[in-house]
Structure formats: structure tokens, C-alpha cells
């Protein structure tokens, strides 16, 4: 394991930062973002920052060859790309093979190579830091939170909200606080990974 932990209200935070700084970067409502991220406890972060803003979202097996993470790229038109530094040879490769995507984000990579966005920039504050002196995540940026409808924020008398979003399922198939019931409850799709 990683030893990283996350809050949901980190989640929630940290998303709405990465879907702000997606906007920054250029990406706009109807883009496409390739994932190709492990299990790993930044990648719900991306997921639904990505969500929140927009930005249509394919995801594809760590383990697949670049020639078909390059077709998966091609057939979605991926504009930008989310990975980690251990996948980067193989997207690189993908990308020689379609040439439409504009930017690569790499996650956990001391050196970020200068030909890709590192996924921690994405995130920091204005001042360089991620959370205030209580662990708040500190929010910077232009997107609200109706933009990120997943996640319901609690009333003002602590307890949560019901409705709205589809629930934020992190560990234990407990729903996040203020989520509700499955996604596909509330308008979701499901879309397989190979359409006839």
C-alpha cells in the first residue's frame, strides 16, 4: 500500500483543483482525458476533477501495449493524458502513434520530464502549499462547487445532504459523505469498454 490517505473533503478539494487547472491548461466541456493510472489513491482525484468540469474521461488498462493505448486514444480523439512515470514509456510511444494529444500529466514523479504537466503542480495552492494549518484544502480557483455535483456538500447543521450526485465510493462500499445512492440512480451511463 502507499500509505496515502485522503479525506473525502481532500477529494473534494483536490478535484476541484485538478478540473481548474484542466480548464487552465486549455481543456474544455467535451475534451477527452486517457487515464491510464493504476489503483491508486490519486486517481479518483483526477476522475472526478475531470468529471466536474467536463471533460470526458476514458480509461485504459495499465498493461496494454502502446499500439493499443495509442488505438483507444485515436478512437476516443484523447486531447490530454493522465499516468504515472513507471507507464510514461508506453504513452510516449501511444503518442508517437496519435499525434492528437496535447499534454501528458504524470503523477509521483520527482523530475518531471519537460514535455509533461506534473499532476502535484496541478494541485498546489498559489502559494505553494496544498492544505492550510488544519488540513483544509486550500481553493484557489474559478471553478465552484455545482461544477462537481458527485459530491454534496453537508448543511449548515453538519448533517448531510440528501440527493443530488452520485456517491464517492472510496473504501468499505460506504457512500462519501453527502453522496447518495448508486450513480446509475441518479442518470449515470454506463458505457462498456467495447461498444458493438
Known sequence: MT????????????????????????????????MVVPNIPEFPIAFFGACGVGVTLTTMNP???????????????????????????????????????KKIIVIGMEQT???????????????????????KVILSSPVSAGHFPFLVPERQDGRPQRGGGAALLLRDDRPAKGGGAHPLQHGGQHVPDHAP
Not at 7 to 26: D, I, N, P, Q
Open 3 to 34: 500509505g496515502r490517505q485522503y479525506t473525502y473533503e481532500m477529494v473534494y478539494g483536490l478535484s476541484t483543483r485538478f478540473g481548474s487547472a484542466l480548464l487552465r491548461m486549455g481543456a474544455e466541456r467535451g475534451d477527452v482525458l486517457g
Open 63 to 101: 498493461t496494454y501495449r502502446p499500439e493499443e493505448i495509442a488505438r483507444q486514444l485515436e478512437n476516443s480523439q484523447a486531447s490530454f493524458v493522465i499516468t504515472i512515470g513507471m507507464f510514461l514509456p508506453n504513452i510516449r510511444q501511444a503518442c508517437e502513434l496519435y499525434k492528437g494529444v
Open 113 to 135: 520530464p519537460d514535455d509533461c504537466v506534473s499532476f502535484m503542480h496541478m494541485l498546489l495552492g498559489d502559494d505553494g502549499s496544498l492544505f492550510d494549518k488544519v488540513g
